[in-house]
């Protein structure tokens, strides 16, 4: 494709443009100029050529179930519905045999990811964690376990009186096979300070996804944008992002979360309009370079815009779930789970190609029934 086959309505965008066509590192300042572009046309455009290059018409799907083990939590972050102090009637802590019954009745068929995430919770030590992801392993010998993020890791470590790394062995250990990228926020220190004051800065967090990516482990990243961040802390996240996967790998997918404020101490902000999420996806795509996947979290952006999404940069929509609560807390309108025939539809409807994966994004067979 070369440049003259690109409408841009904006012209400031040639010489972006021109890098992309080339294969070229797009700078700070490119990225602000796309922040700073209406013509979501043409930056879609650019982010679907990447899109396309490394991925063709493939949208990657899972079979997966999330799982809360807690929604107790100690911090008090101000865009969060899902955490609960312990004296507040609705906290719960699942025992370990109560996640594990809990999988066996909410499982669907061909499930080969269980994803836990929770609160930060004092009275809970690494043996707690240890002990919920082995007893999955036991009863689903098959399943991958993608448990914890670093801000859940960073505090078990405090806890437990033990090092990221150490935590890190006793998880493997156990059988956690993968780790999300959430509690990411946007890292710049004068943001997190407004947003998330007392949970683990972003050098903590990049300390936990060292340790696991020199370790041989894969994880996702993520950003949660729309609420008081600017167009510049957006592109440094991205940037810092970037840095860390020149330098240790690891990271298979990023994934823009769109800020959901119901329930939460920001609920008098409006959330990001649909013209952010769908060029925060275009330009997510343009500036990860090195970060195979992008993913239209269907749960937060909502299935029709993460329709549209897989024509601006994303090639993943994320999987079946089945019982969604953190971003429901939050106001989400969007259904608690999806089916696979649904998810199939979901993209075949906006003249994709679905593919299913594994959490390591190996492609396996499509489910026959619904195929
Ligand atoms: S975002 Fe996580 S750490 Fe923050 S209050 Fe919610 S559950 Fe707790």
């Given at each position: 494709?070369?440049?003259?086959?690109?409408?841009?309505?904006?012209?400031?965008?040639?010489?972006?443009?021109?890098?992309?066509?080339?294969?070229?590192?797009?700078?700070?300042?490119?990225?602000?100029?796309?922040?700073?572009?209406?013509?979501?046309?043409?930056?879609?455009?650019?982010?679907?050529?990447?899109?396309?290059?490394?991925?063709?018409?493939?949208?990657?799907?899972?079979?997966?179930?999330?799982?809360?083990?807690?929604?107790?939590?100690?911090?008090?972050?101000?865009?969060?519905?899902?955490?609960?102090?312990?004296?507040?009637?609705?906290?719960?802590?699942?025992?370990?045999?109560?996640?594990?019954?809990?999988?066996?009745?909410?499982?669907?068929?061909?499930?080969?990811?269980?994803?836990?995430?929770?609160?930060?919770?004092?009275?809970?030590?690494?043996?707690?964690?240890?002990?919920?992801?082995?007893?999955?392993?036991?009863?689903?010998?098959?399943?991958?376990?993608?448990?914890?993020?670093?801000?859940?890791?960073?505090?078990?470590?405090?806890?437990?009186?033990?090092?990221?790394?150490?935590?890190?062995?006793?998880?493997?250990?156990?059988?956690?096979?993968?780790?999300?990228?959430?509690?990411?926020?946007?890292?710049?220190?004068?943001?997190?300070?407004?947003?998330?004051?007392?949970?683990?800065?972003?050098?903590?967090?990049?300390?936990?996804?060292r340790e696991l990516h020199t370790r041989?482990?894969?994880?996702?990243?993520?950003?949660?944008?729309?609420?008081?961040?600017?167009?510049?802390?957006?592109?440094?996240?991205?940037?810092?992002?970037?840095?860390?996967?020149?330098?240790y790998?690891?990271?298979?997918?990023?994934?823009?979360?769109?800020?959901?404020?119901?329930?939460?101490?920001?609920?008098?902000?409006?959330?990001?309009?649909?013209?952010?999420?769908?060029?925060?996806?275009?330009?997510?795509?343009?500036?990860?370079?090195?970060?195979?996947?992008?993913?239209?979290?269907?749960?937060?952006?909502?299935?029709?815009?993460?329709?549209?999404?897989?024509?601006?940069?994303?090639?993943?929509?994320?999987?079946?779930?089945?019982?969604?609560?953190?971003?429901?807390?939050?106001?989400?309108?969007?259904?608690?789970?999806?089916?696979?025939?649904?998810?199939?539809?979901?993209?075949?409807?906006?003249?994709?190609?679905?593919?299913?994966?594994?959490?390591?994004?190996?492609?396996?067979?499509?489910?026959?029934?619904?195929?």
């Amino acid at each position: 494709m070369t440049i003259m086959a690109i409408y841009l309505a904006d012209k400031n965008l040639e010489p972006i443009a021109e890098k992309v066509l080339a294969g070229e590192r797009l700078t700070r300042e490119d990225g602000h100029a796309l922040y700073a572009s209406f013509d979501l046309p043409g930056i879609g455009t650019l982010a679907n050529h990447v899109r396309e290059r490394l991925h063709g018409s493939k949208t990657y799907y899972n079979i997966n179930l999330h799982i809360n083990p807690t929604n107790t939590c100690f911090m008090s972050c101000r865009f969060c519905a899902f955490g609960r102090k312990a004296f507040n009637e609705k906290s719960y802590i699942l025992k370990p045999e109560e996640i594990v019954e809990r999988a066996r009745l909410r499982m669907p068929k061909g499930c080969s990811e269980i994803h836990l995430v929770g609160g930060l919770d004092p009275r809970l030590k690494i043996e707690y964690y240890c002990g919920y992801i082995s007893a999955l392993k036991a009863a689903f010998p098959e399943v991958h376990i993608k448990t914890l993020t670093p801000v859940e890791v960073v505090f078990i470590a405090r806890m437990s009186k033990m090092t990221i790394g150490q935590v890190i062995e006793r998880l493997a250990d156990a059988g956690m096979g993968s780790m999300p990228g959430g509690g990411a926020e946007i890292f710049d220190s004068e943001i997190r300070e407004q947003i998330c004051e007392h949970k683990c800065d972003a050098e903590g967090w990049f300390e936990t996804h060292r340790e696991l990516h020199t370790r041989g482990f894969k994880s996702n990243c993520t950003m949660l944008y729309g609420h008081i961040e600017e167009p510049r802390h957006r592109i440094d996240h991205l940037l810092r992002l970037r840095d860390h996967q020149d330098l240790y790998g690891g990271f298979q997918c990023f994934i823009p979360l769109s800020f959901h404020p119901a329930n939460t101490a920001f609920s008098h902000l409006p959330g990001p309009s649909g013209f952010l999420e769908l060029q925060t996806i275009a330009i997510s795509r343009l500036m990860l370079d090195n970060i195979p996947h992008i993913k239209a979290y269907w749960i937060m952006l909502g299935i029709k815009q993460a329709q549209v999404a897989q024509w601006l940069g994303a090639n993943d929509i994320d999987g079946t779930v089945v019982h969604e609560e953190i971003y429901h807390d939050a106001g989400a309108k969007t259904p608690l789970g999806m089916t696979v025939a649904d998810i199939q539809r979901t993209i075949r409807e906006c003249g994709r190609t679905p593919v299913l994966r594994n959490t390591i994004y190996e492609e396996l067979p499509e489910p026959a029934a619904v195929g």
